[in-house]
T-cell receptor, first 113, second 110 residues
C-alpha cells in the first residue's frame, strides 16, 4: 500500500538554526498539505499545494517559514531561524485531488533547544 | 475562524465498556470527517459525514451527524485495547481545508 514518506523522522536543533523537512506524497497525488501539530492539540494546516502552486498559505508564518513544491511532486518545508515555540510534529498529507481523502505521513518531530 | 470543540478531552475505560466522543461547532457544517491517531502515530482517516442526521457504522464504530449539522459523535461499542488513541473530528471548510477539533484521548485498560 502506497504511503506518504517524510524525512527526517526526528530533528533536534538549536534556536536560530535553520531546519528543513522533506515530504514525498503518494504517487499521482496532486494535492499536498503541510500541518503542524503541537503536543496535545489537533493538526493545524500551514500550507496547501495543488501540483506546484500554493492554494492556501494563510496560516504559514512567512517571516520564518517557507515551503516549495517545485516540480509538483515532493515538497520541502523550511524554518529559518527556528524558535523554541516551533517544537512540534510536522505532518505532510496528500490526496489525489483537492476534494479527495487526505493521507498523512509519519511526521517529523522537531525539538528546538 | 471556525472553532471545533470536542468533549471529553480524555477518557479512560475498561476493555468492553462503551465510549463516546462529541464534536460541536458554533456554525453549520457542510461535512465532517473523523480521524484516529495512535500514540506516536499520524492521523488516519476514518469516515466523512455529509448529510443531516446521517449515521454510518464501521464494525464497532458508529458515527452520527446532527440534524442541524452543528455536531457529530463517534461511539465505540465494547472497546478493545486496540482502540487506544486520540480521536479527532475535522471540519472541511472547502477545498479540503480541514480544521481539526481538540481531540479526545482514549485509554483502554485490559
Amino acid at each position: 500500500e502506497a504511503e506518504v514518506a517524510q524525512s527526517p523522522r526526528y530533528k533536534i536543533t538549536e534556536k536560530s538554526q535553520a531546519v528543513a523537512f522533506w515530504c514525498d506524497p503518494i504517487s499521482g497525488h496532486a494535492t499536498l498539505y503541510w500541518y503542524r501539530q503541537i503536543l496535545g492539540q489537533g493538526p493545524e494546516l500551514l500550507v496547501q499545494f495543488q501540483d506546484e502552486s500554493v492554494v492556501d498559505d494563510s496560516q504559514l508564518p512567512k517571516d520564518r517559514f517557507s515551503a516549495e513544491r517545485l516540480k509538483g511532486v515532493d515538497s520541502t518545508l523550511k524554518i529559518q531561524p527556528a524558535e523554541l515555540g516551533d517544537s512540534a510534529m510536522y505532518l505532510c498529507a496528500s490526496s489525489r485531488d483537492i476534494r479527495e481523502t487526505q493521507y498523512f505521513g509519519p511526521g517529523t518531530r522537531l525539538l528546538v533547544l | 475562524g471556525q472553532q471545533v470543540m470536542q468533549i471529553p478531552q480524555y477518557q479512560h475505560v475498561q476493555e468492553g465498556e462503551d465510549f463516546t466522543t462529541y464534536c460541536n461547532s458554533s456554525t453549520t457544517l457542510s461535512n465532517i470527517q473523523w480521524y484516529k491517531q495512535r500514540p506516536g502515530g499520524h492521523p488516519v482517516f476514518l469516515i466523512q459525514l455529509v448529510k443531516s442526521g446521517e449515521v454510518k457504522k464501521q464494525k464497532r464504530l458508529t458515527f452520527q451527524f446532527g440534524e442541524a449539522k452543528k455536531n457529530s459523535s463517534l461511539h465505540i461499542t465494547a472497546t478493545q485495547t486496540t482502540d487506544v488513541g486520540t480521536y479527532f473530528c475535522a471540519l472541511n471548510t472547502g477545498f479540503q481545508k480541514l480544521v481539526f477539533g481538540t481531540g479526545t484521548r482514549l485509554l483502554v485498560s485490559p
